[in-house]
C-alpha cells in the first residue's frame, strides 16, 4: 500500500498528522508536501484513519498489486 498526496491541494488543516503522526509529517509552515509515502502492512489501519480525516481529500490510499 502506498499513500498518495494531492499535496497542490493541501491548506494545512493537520488533521493526518493527528491522526497519524509517524507517516504524515508536515511541513515547516503546516502543510503536507510529499507527494507519496510507502506504508508497511503495520502502518496500515492507521494510514486509514489519517486519509480519511483530511477534510480535502487530499489522501489517496492505493493498494498494494496482488
Ligand atoms: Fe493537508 Fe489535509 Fe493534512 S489539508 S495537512 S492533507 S488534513
Not at 6 to 29: Q, T
Not at 46 to 62: F, K, L, N, V
Request: charged content about 25%; hydrophobic content about 40%.
Amino acid at each position: 500500500m502506498r499513500i498518495l498526496v494531492d499535496v497542490g491541494s493541501c491548506c494545512g488543516h493537520a488533521r493526518c498528522a493527528e491522526a497519524a503522526p509517524d507517516l504524515f509529517v508536515l511541513n515547516d509552515i503546516g502543510y503536507l508536501d510529499t507527494p507519496e509515502i510507502a506504508v508497511s502492512e503495520d502502518q496500515e489501519a492507521i494510514a486509514r484513519r489519517g486519509a480519511g480525516a483530511c477534510p480535502e481529500g487530499c489522501i489517496t490510499i492505493e493498494e498494494a498489486e496482488a
